[in-house]
C-alpha cells in the first residue's frame, strides 16, 4: 500500500510501461519509505476520446505520453507528498523520457479500516501489518 493507478494514452509497448511502473515504484519507496514488496500498480489505457487531461489554464503543454497518477494511501505528510510529486517526474523523465509537464497526480487518502489485502481481514486494525 498505496495503491497507484496510472491512467495512459494506449499505445505504449510492455516494456515500456513496465520502465514507467518501475520508476513509479522506485519514487514511491524513496518518498513514502515503505517495504520493497509494497507494490500495487493498475495501469488503465485510454483512446484519445477516452481521457482528456487539458492544463488548468495553467499553459502546461500536454503530449501523447501524459500519465495520470492516482495515489489512494494512508494519510501522508506534506513534505512526503511534495518529495513524491518531485520524485516522480524525476524518474518519469529519466527513465522513459516522459516530460514533467506530461505527468498530472492526485492523492486518495483512506484510513486503516479502509484496507484489507487478503484474508476478509483488515490487516492495519488486525496488527498484521
Same mark, same amino acid.
Given at each position: $500500500?498505496?495503491?497507484?493507478r496510472? =491512467?495512459?494514452?494506449?499505445? @505504449?509497448? =510492455?516494456?515500456?510501461?513496465?520502465?514507467?511502473? =518501475?520508476? &513509479? *515504484?522506485r /519514487? $514511491?519507496?524513496?518518498? %513514502?519509505?515503505?517495504?520493497? @514488496?509494497?507494490?500495487y500498480?493498475? &495501469? *488503465?489505457?485510454h483512446?484519445? #476520446?477516452?481521457?482528456?487531461?487539458? =492544463?488548468?489554464?495553467?499553459?502546461?503543454?500536454?503530449?501523447?505520453?501524459?500519465?495520470?497518477?492516482q495515489?489512494?494511501?494512508?494519510? @501522508?505528510?506534506? +513534505?512526503?507528498?511534495e518529495?513524491?510529486?518531485?520524485l516522480?517526474? +524525476? +524518474?518519469?523523465?529519466? #527513465? !522513459?523520457?516522459? /516530460?514533467? !509537464?506530461?505527468? $498530472? $497526480?492526485? %492523492?486518495?487518502t483512506?484510513?486503516?479500516?479502509?484496507? #484489507?489485502?487478503?484474508?476478509? @481481514?483488515?490487516?492495519?486494525?488486525?496488527?498484521?501489518?
Amino acid at each position: $500500500m498505496p495503491l497507484l493507478r496510472l =491512467d495512459l494514452y494506449k499505445g @505504449r509497448t =510492455d516494456a515500456e510501461k513496465k520502465t514507467l511502473l =518501475d520508476a &513509479v *515504484h522506485r /519514487a $514511491m519507496l524513496a518518498a %513514502f519509505k515503505v517495504p520493497e @514488496r509494497d507494490r500495487y500498480q493498475v &495501469v *488503465h489505457e485510454h483512446d484519445a #476520446s477516452t481521457l482528456i487531461a487539458e =492544463d488548468t489554464g495553467l499553459d502546461i503543454p500536454r503530449t501523447d505520453k501524459f500519465v495520470l497518477i492516482q495515489v489512494t494511501t494512508r494519510p @501522508r505528510t506534506r +513534505e512526503q507528498k511534495e518529495q513524491f510529486y518531485r520524485l516522480i517526474v +524525476e +524518474e518519469l523523465q529519466k #527513465s !522513459s523520457g516522459i /516530460a514533467p !509537464s506530461d505527468v $498530472m $497526480m492526485n %492523492f486518495v487518502t483512506c484510513n486503516d479500516e479502509d484496507w #484489507s489485502f487478503g484474508l476478509g @481481514r483488515a490487516q492495519f486494525l488486525t496488527g498484521e501489518l
